[in-house]
């Protein structure tokens, strides 16, 4: 499953987020991974979900590459049952028009492999793909 946190920058998509995982964390039997553009969060997320701050990764550089990143993450534990990516459109070369197409991606991984997604937008939902309405969206 794929959900959605969509809003401004500084309406608490991000606080909502690091709350969910610090939640889910206790309730979950498998790995949690947050990742993010930097480290700022190292002290607010719970020690036991896995960060990944993106500005290590810099040759992530489109949605391909951060696709392909992804399966990376995945082939290397087995045990992972949600994610989290802060602010997609941070991240990379990432757009608005992109986003269909990589959560498209995100959804086929999930049925696959059964692991949640849970992304935050920074953007009006009104200037997004109509698309994007059929994902689950949180905080609206």
Do not use: C, W
Request: cysteine-free.
């Amino acid at each position: 499953m794929v959900k959605l946190l969509v809003g401004h920058k500084g309406s608490g998509k991000t606080k909502m987020m690091v709350d969910m995982a610090n939640k889910d964390v206790a309730d979950k039997d498998g790995s949690i991974i947050f990742i993010i553009k930097d480290d700022r969060l190292k002290h607010e997320l719970n020690y036991n979900i896995r960060m990944i701050v993106m500005d290590d990764y810099e040759y992530v550089s489109n949605i391909e590459r951060y696709t392909g990143f992804i399966y990376g993450i995945l082939s290397s534990n087995h045990d992972i049952e949600e994610i989290f990516i802060d602010s997609i459109l941070k991240h990379a070369d990432i757009t608005v028009d992109d986003l269909p197409a990589f959560l498209r991606e995100l959804s086929n991984i999930s049925e696959k492999s059964g692991i949640d997604f849970v992304v935050s937008l920074s953007a009006d939902l009104e200037e997004l793909d109509t698309s994007i309405r059929q994902y689950e969206i949180i905080n609206q």
